[in-house]
């Protein structure tokens, strides 16, 4: 298995664009985690699905983040519109099954919005 | 939500054993205690997991006291390439990260 991926793995962009990353997690893995991490605040959990169903976004910062997941092998986190503060590094990660503690996580993707 | 406290950092050198030790004061009976270790421009990766007593496998050990308010990590014969973040987690139902141990090795 090729891990979880995610897409890009850089990402630049302006203040007030929308920026989308994406997520495709470990075949038969039924939970998927989005995270953010930064200096200041470390690793933060923003949203988990079980099944692709929003299980918990309490971690969501505020609306102008969303994510989904429309099928078992895809996820997108969007930002819109995006402002310096959310530059992070975002991961994702994939889980298989409640019991199973051991979480697989993606190389991450570095956004920086100027 | 049981709350994880470790310390934010430590050094030693190659060839030394290293413990890091993680307090968890509020474990629930059902809570397992769970390791990650993180390496620069890299997501965590899982390292160890226990629920009482010792558990080994080939990078590390943790060892659980009878009463599980706290567990230590253990890194045998550390090398440079074991510098890294280490995260003590109290898994429930989702896995919350806190600021982990920076571990920093010296030649």
């Known amino acids: 298995d090729a891990g979880v991926i995610q897409s890009p793995r850089h990402e630049v962009t302006e203040m007030g664009q929308e920026v989308t990353l994406r997520c495709k997690p470990i075949?038969?893995?039924?939970?998927l985690f989005w995270y953010r991490q930064t200096m200041m605040r470390g690793l933060e959990l923003l949203i988990y699905?079980?099944?692709?169903?929003?299980?918990?976004d309490s971690g969501m910062p505020e609306d102008r983040f969303s994510a989904k997941m429309p099928n078992a092998s895809f996820s997108t986190l969007k930002i819109q519109p995006s402002e310096p503060r959310d530059s992070a590094v975002y991961f994702c990660?994939?889980?298989?099954?409640?019991?199973?503690?051991?979480?697989?996580f993606g190389p991450g993707t570095r956004l920086t919005v100027t | 939500l049981a709350k994880t406290t470790q310390p934010i950092s430590m050094d030693s050198y190659e060839g030394q054993e290293v413990n890091i030790t993680c307090s968890h004061n509020n474990i629930a009976t059902n809570d397992y205690i769970t390791w990650y270790q993180q390496f620069p421009s890299q997501g965590p990766r899982f390292i160890i997991q226990g629920y009482k007593t010792k558990v080994t496998n080939e990078v590390a050990s943790l060892f659980i006291p009878a009463d599980r308010k706290s567990s230590t990590l253990s890194l045998p014969r550390v090398s440079l390439s074991d510098t890294a973040v280490y995260y003590c987690?109290?898994?429930?139902?989702?896995?919350?990260f806190g600021k982990g141990t920076r571990l920093h090795i010296l030649p």
């Open positions: 990660a994939s889980r298989a099954g409640w019991a199973a503690y051991e979480q697989y």
């Open positions: 987690l109290v898994a429930d139902d989702k896995i919350i």
């Open positions: 699905f079980n099944n692709n169903v929003p299980i918990d």
């Open positions: 075949s038969g893995h039924d939970y």
